[in-house]
């Protein structure tokens, strides 16, 4: 385990509108409002064809090769995440969330892309006095927190 602490700065109150690409229009706002990190809640609705990634395709093996999957209908979701800055201090959104419809549902990753419904509410609780960054892991090809 590696940790490291913050403080909780500001907190942002954030309706996206229909249409919208979550993790876009949430990194947008971080360069905006020059937010490094955060810790981020959400809800509402993702829309048809809204990508996620559901798991590596082979577990453990090498390569790892991520799964697509695209929804198929508006689906309610609920999810959670965090912001750190990548090597070049640019905001990068790391966000899962669960998808449901009648009595099916899917967990993944947002970052290819999950587009709104008519409306997702977020809770952004921005992090202060901290060194935390995401850094490229040449083993996993994944941009992994060193906190």
């Not at 403080?7 to 996206?16: A, E, P």
């Amino acid at each position: 385990m590696r940790y490291s602490q913050a403080k909780q700065g500001r907190t942002f109150i954030i309706r996206l509108e229909d249409g919208d690409i979550v993790h876009t229009e949430i990194e947008k706002l971080c360069r905006r409002e020059s937010v490094k990190a955060a810790a981020l809640i959400i809800l509402g609705g993702a829309d048809k064809g809204s990508k996620l990634i559901v798991g590596p395709q082979y577990g453990r093996e090498n390569p790892i090769v991520p799964v697509e999957h695209i929804v198929d209908n508006v689906h309610e979701i609920a999810g959670t995440g965090t912001i750190f800055p990548d090597g070049k201090g640019k905001p990068v959104l790391h966000m899962h969330i669960t998808c449901g419809r009648k009595t099916s549902s899917l967990t993944g990753c947002i970052r290819k892309g999950v587009k709104v419904w008519h409306i997702m509410e977020v809770i952004l609780f921005e992090l202060v006095e901290t060194t935390a960054v995401r850094s490229f892991d040449p083993a996993t090809g994944f941009e992994l927190l060193r906190p």
